[in-house]
């Protein structure tokens, strides 16, 4: 029974917080998590996790539309010791970016 079986092709759906490429995430577009419809504290529990994931130096791009989320991923993630490169001000939805410093 060999090569009758195989892996279905990985997805990304908007609650997903795996990483399709982790090497592409550190030099060029950025990963993107959308956690719209998510509210804090999971927010920055499934973006620190997707961030986990990445190598130093990826960029993680985290959508959320709720509005507490905008500043408490950002505020947890320096606390964390990560960079917040851009939140966006005009929202929802509002887009935070952060850049891997720390493992």
């Known amino acids: 029974m060999s090569g009758t079986s195989q892996s279905p092709p990985s997805t990304t759906t908007a609650s997903s917080s795996s990483s399709s490429d982790p090497s592409a995430s550190s030099s060029g577009e950025p990963e993107t998590i959308d956690l719209q419809g998510e509210v804090c504290p999971y927010t920055f ?59």
Do not use: F, M
């Not at 993680?60 to 010791?81: F, I, K, M, Y």
């Open 45 to 103: 529990v499934r973006a620190r996790l997707a961030l986990e994931e990445l190598p130093i130096g990826a960029r993680l791009r985290v959508v959320v539309d709720h509005e507490p989320a905008r500043r408490n991923v950002p505020r947890s993630a320096r606390a964390w010791g990560q960079e917040v490169a851009s939140v966006s001000e005009a929202g929802p939805p509002w887009v935070i970016e952060i850049v891997k410093k720390v493992p």
